[in-house]
């Protein structure tokens, strides 16, 4: 079956079968490779997309359910992404795979509340894990995408 998409922008049609996870579909299909699937039950966020603007996990997600949804993934960030820029700075990663995640996760908390204390992102960021245990790497990297973000 056919599903439109307005995925990162642009708007695009998807073939998916029924039980396909919009996980599946994005990664399978559209190309979006940093829509990654590790545990595949909604416990890691590996696979976090905003959905309307809202975070979710893709693969919790039956694709036919997200048909006329607005997508977005990290595909769609510019190079200087105040969050890219400081997952870089504060080298808040070290295999990678949990990163797109986490940024979309981040991103999503910095448009709620700009300014968030510690408690509140080790707790807006419990359904992400870091098999590397990068944990304080990642809170130190969404504190400097916040004073970025408030600079500007
Ligand atoms: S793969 Fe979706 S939450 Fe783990
Ligand atoms: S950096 Fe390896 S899983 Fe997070």
Aim: glycine residues 6%; proline residues 5%.
């Amino acid at each position: 079956m056919e599903i439109r998409l307005r995925l990162n922008g642009q708007d695009i049609a998807l073939d998916v079968a029924p039980d396909e996870t919009l996980q599946h579909a994005l990664r399978w299909t559209a190309g979006i490779e940093s829509a990654r699937s590790t545990c595949g039950i909604g416990v890691c966020g590996a696979c976090a997309v905003l959905v309307d603007g809202r975070v979710m996990s893709s693969c919790l997600i039956l694709a036919p359910l997200a048909d006329g949804r607005a997508i977005e993934t990290v595909e769609a960030l510019p190079e200087d992404d105040p969050v890219i820029a400081a997952f870089v700075a504060e080298t808040a990663f070290q295999c990678s795979y949990c990163t797109p995640g986490f940024v979309i996760a981040v991103k999503a908390l910095l448009a709620d509340d700009p300014d968030p204390n510690e408690a509140t992102i080790r707790e807006r960021l419990s359904g992400n894990l870091c098999r590397c245990g990068s944990y304080d790497a990642i809170v130190a990297a969404t504190q400097r995408a916040a004073r970025a973000a408030r600079r500007t």
